[in-house]
């Protein structure tokens, strides 16, 4: 792609996510949300084949539905209110609609369809940005509803979405569909909490996009898709399989890893408001994620025998150079646990 077209490409998505983020007007948070969706698809089309055209169509349509059924939910609220603010919106009918359209552009069940198919179409870094950036602009608009949203369906999608993001990914060969299944059951957590304790949703986002990327960051750096590929992995390069390893074991929210902290502070939140059933229900499921998780650090690290073959140890012979960034970012992803006090005085 020419530099100049990508860099414009680039900075058109940054503003339309910020557009919609610092947005109180429903008008122009739309059309934030139409920048992002519009140079959405030129990013999955990096790399223009088939698969990837098929992932972008899919893309634009699902999206394209979702923003017509958002003007709809904008336009029945602006006739019985006559009001365009974000924290408005009191007629119920516009409020369910612009709920199930935000929850399609978040890709939560059960809207979901779309997520692991265009995930797979495209290359990583397209991929990586749609399953971290692209969160953004709609969870800030729930985040500004959570206090008038019909908690109900909230709840409904959000245990729904656990179920399938860990059901779906059991049977997954490539690691492009099982982040995507991860990203829904992640949505999951953050959609059922958000009545609850906004402030837990954006740490939880926070999270999620820091090991998401991280993952990305691995898999791009060693060139790995399919769980095939993955099993050549420690040869290849040790280091990467064990930051690999550690940072999948913190997204599956295992202690005393950053990924814990999430969940116990909702656990916590949920059965401070006497919700028992729901987090035990949703502990359970996540399970289902724990599983491939540990499905993946086995064939990454697990299935290869030692040799004493000094030439299928190839990271003896490669010079890998690695800026700051991945370092960092597995860091955070792995480390934060102990600020969570902090952070509980901070809600």
Avoid: C, D
Wanted: net charge positive; charged share 5%; proline share 5%.
């Amino acid at each position: 792609m020419n530099p100049l077209a990508l860099s414009l490409i680039l900075t058109t998505l940054l503003a339309g996510t910020l557009i919609t983020m610092m947005s109180s007007h429903w008008l122009t948070a739309w059309m934030g949300l139409e920048m992002n969706m519009l140079t959405m698809i030129p990013i999955l089309m990096k790399t223009t084949n088939p698969r990837s055209t098929e992932a972008a169509t899919k893309y634009f349509m699902t999206q394209a539905m979702a923003s017509m059924m958002l003007m709809m939910a904008l336009t029945i609220n602006l006739m019985y209110s006559g009001q365009w603010s974000i924290t408005k919106m009191t007629n119920p009918v516009a409020s369910n609609m612009a709920l199930m359209a935000l929850m399609t552009k978040l890709g939560s069940a059960p809207f979901h369809f779309w997520v692991p198919e265009v995930t797979q179409g495209v290359e990583l870094t397209p991929g990586m940005i749609l399953l971290t950036w692209q969160k953004l602009a709609p969870l800030s608009l729930l985040y500004q509803m959570a206090t008038y949203t019909n908690t109900s369906l909230i709840y409904l999608s959000g245990l729904l979405s656990i179920l399938i993001g860990g059901w779906g990914g059991l049977n997954q060969t490539q690691l492009r569909k099982i982040l995507a299944y991860s990203s829904i059951s992640h949505m999951g957590w953050m959609l059922i909490i958000l009545p609850f304790n906004p402030t837990l949703t954006l740490l939880n986002l926070a999270i999620y996009i820091t090991l998401t990327l991280s993952i990305f960051m691995i898999l791009a750096n060693t060139f790995t898709t399919s769980m095939s590929s993955l099993t050549l992995m420690w040869n290849k390069t040790p280091a990467m399989t064990i930051m690999l390893m550690a940072t999948l074991l913190s997204l599956g929210g295992l202690p005393p890893l950053s990924g814990f902290m999430p969940k116990w502070l909702m656990i916590h939140e949920l059965t401070k408001n006497n919700s028992i059933i729901m987090p035990l229900t949703m502990a359970i499921m996540t399970l289902l994620n724990m599983y491939f998780y540990m499905r993946l650090i086995y064939y990454s690290s697990l299935t290869i025998l030692p040799s004493t073959n000094n030439m299928k140890m190839t990271w003896q012979f490669t010079n890998t150079k690695h800026t700051m960034t991945l370092p960092t970012l597995i860091i955070l992803s792995n480390m934060l646990l102990p600020l969570t006090p902090m952070i509980s005085m901070l809600e």
